[in-house]
């Protein structure tokens, strides 16, 4: 199994500008995840999904869409891209929402606007 | 609200030597307890968790975890640390009123320094 996998590793945007980070797994997980990294804060989540067809906000939705229209797939869209967005951005997924289930984390994107 | 506390941004220890990173949280219900951990440039991994049961957890690379209930602590602990654990260590908690979101509220995360 490849696990959790994002792409890209690295982008460079320009503010305005729209762009969609990858994520896939493939262990069959219903509940997956995106988070932002950002130094001294921790993760924070931005958007999640129990299962496909099904997405919510997290604690730092603004500026970014999901959908979730297949078990294996969550892309995580931004809309017009800000500095503030620069940051670290991982997808997690578990097995499911209901128990305490580990996250399974992929490598991160790190995305940068200038 | 529910939040989680590493009030260390570092800690350094000496090879051989015993570690132990700090976690405390506040959660309205039973928590559920998770550490990971993150080397440089990668993702998060997964070292133990906190559900029931047994206060102490023992998890990967020879991590152990203590739940004190009465404290609201998790710390994170090892016996002998090596330099090959120097990484940054994450703190999370899930309480069970969530259980149909699946959010993990995460520590700020402690830097931990092992020196030879």
């Known amino acids: 199994n490849a696990g959790v996998t994002q792409t890209p590793k690295f982008q460079v945007l320009k503010t305005g500008q729209s762009m969609t980070l990858q994520c896939a797994q493939d262990m069959n997980h219903e509940y997956m995840s995106w988070y932002r990294q950002d130094p001294g804060m921790g993760l924070r989540l931005i958007h999640y999904s129990v299962g496909a067809g099904i997405t919510d906000q997290g604690e730092v939705p603004n500026g970014y869409n999901v959908s979730r229209s297949t078990t294996e797939d969550f892309p995580l869209r931004l809309l017009s891209a800000a500095p503030s967005q620069t940051s670290v951005y991982f997808c997690?997924?578990?097995?499911?929402?209901?128990?305490?289930?580990?996250?399974?984390f992929g490598p991160g994107t790190r995305l940068t606007v200038t | 609200a529910q939040s989680v506390a590493q009030p260390e941004d570092q800690v350094n220890v000496a090879e051989g030597n015993p570690l132990t990173v700090k976690c405390t949280y506040s959660?309205?219900?039973?928590?559920?307890l998770f550490w990971y951990v993150q080397y440089p440039n990668r993702g998060l991994q997964f070292l133990l968790k906190?559900?029931?049961?047994?206060?102490l957890v023992k998890g990967s690379y020879g991590f152990e975890a203590e739940f004190n209930k009465s404290q609201t602590s998790f710390h994170l602990k090892k016996p002998s640390a090596l330099v090959s654990d120097s990484a940054l260590y994450f703190c999370?908690?899930?309480?069970?009123?969530?259980?149909?979101?699946?959010?993990?509220?995460f520590g700020q995360g402690t830097t931990l320094q092992v020196k030879p």
């Open positions: 959660v309205s219900g039973n928590p559920y």
């Open positions: 999370a908690v899930r309480a069970d009123g969530s259980s149909n979101t699946g959010k993990l509220i």
């Open positions: 997690a997924s578990s097995y499911n929402a209901g128990q305490a289930y580990e996250q399974y």
């Open positions: 906190y559900i029931t049961g047994d206060n």
